[in-house]
């Protein structure tokens, strides 16, 4: 299972949201060297989502051919 991304606010890269924060990433571009840098945004709570993801849509009326299953 993946987890949601969302654009990072400081690099605008989607990046993955883990327990209400970001994922721990790279800034974009190439490396000069070999030192590992994160991105600042790295870390960062992630602000909450204005509504809850749906599986389903309750509007939306049911498909042809689709039964009830119990």
């Known amino acids: 299972m993946s ?3 969302r654009s ?3 690099c605008s890269r989607e990046i993955a949201v883990v ?3 970001y994922a ?3 800034p974009p571009g190439r490396r000069v060297s070999y ?3 994160s991105c600042p ?3 960062r709570s992630a602000p909450l989502l204005a509504t809850e ?3 389903f849509d309750p509007e939306e009326p049911p498909m042809d051919g689709q039964g009830q299953l119990f």
Do not use: I, N, Y
């Open 3 to 5: 987890a949601p991304r």
């Open 8 to 10: 990072c606010p400081v």
């Open 19 to 21: 327990g209400g924060r």
């Open 24 to 26: 721990r990433h790279d």
């Open 35 to 37: 030192d590992l840098v």
């Open 41 to 43: 945004g790295s870390r």
């Open 53 to 55: 993801p749906r599986l």
